[in-house]
């Protein structure tokens, strides 16, 4: 016997309609007004999902994936080489840069030869799945376990984050520095 493929439900929950009259009783809606009510108090005494953010914010998984760093050596010099493996890992398309080479007198800040003169990441595609990290062979670029998050804004401009927001703050690299040793 075949079945008609309207008849398929995939969600199981369709329902025949039919255009019976409502009986009295049907007609005064009492009933489904009450089981409507019913369903609201019932949820009045749920535990509720949503909090009162700003105010309150969620505890982060210890695997959260926050916002992107370009990490400093422990001599506070950029460890980013300007390869580009992370912008073609990256499934968002979310990273451009410009590679310039190192001058004499410059060892101090990039520790290759070569750096990203400009690195950029636009936060609006960008969907922290970490595999730019992944793909760093030169351990330069990471997404912090930070509680910050990336600020809301009006212009999209604003979403396209420059080497003056990712590169880790010189203090930090030298604290890290001094926990090591
Ligand atoms: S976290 Fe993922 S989407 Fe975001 S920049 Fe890195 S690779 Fe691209
Ligand atoms: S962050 Fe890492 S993968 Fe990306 S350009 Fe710099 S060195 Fe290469």
Redesign the pocket.
Known sequence: MSTSIQNISLSGRKKEVSNKEMTFMESLYLVAIVKGLMITIKHFFRKKVTIHYPEQTREMSPVYRGRHM?KRDEQGRE?????????LSCPAEA?T?KAAERKKGEEHLYREEKY?EI?EINMLRCIFCGL?EE????D??YLTVSKELVPANYDREDFIFGKDKLVMPLEMAIANSKSVN
């Open positions: 370009l460890n980013c080489t300007a390869c580009g493996l992370c912008a990273i840069m990203a690195y730019c793909a760093c062979p030169k330069a670029i």
